[in-house]
Nanobody
């Protein structure tokens, strides 16, 4: 079964950097896209990055210039580099990837369990 596992979260001082990883296991035929979300306590989950199969990325204005999404060539390991961390960046970060599990199939969305990012003043 397809599984996504995030890692790399931790406690960082404001202004620091952090690189999160998301590794897909199990059989996937191809990757359609991958997204990073975050959820702060008491707030709705929000999209912070999208990376497409061709490497194209998009970001919301709130994180643009500080967040960088990337992927390995096999498109089963994904990363989110966060620079100039702010206290408002705190929360649980989730990866979500859409995979085709067989040739010609529809892209199906999978979610990881999240990794916590804590930013100290």
């Amino acid at each position: 079964q397809v599984r996504l596992v995030e890692s790399g979260g931790g406690s960082v001082q404001a202004g620091g950097s952090l690189k999160l990883s998301c590794v897909a296991s199990g059989y996937t035929f191809s990757t359609c896209k991958m997204r990073w979300f975050r959820q702060a306590p008491g707030k709705e989950r929000e999209l912070v990055a999208t990376i497409w199969s061709d490497g194209t990325t998009s970001y919301p204005g709130s994180v643009k210039g500080r967040f960088t999404a990337s992927q390995d060539s096999n498109q089963k390991t994904f990363y989110l580099e966060i620079d100039s961390l702010k206290t408002e960046d705190m929360g649980v970060y989730y990866c979500s990837a859409d995979f085709r599990i067989r040739w010609g199939s529809t892209c199906i969305e999978y979610w990881g369990q999240g990794t916590q990012v804590t930013v100290s003043p």
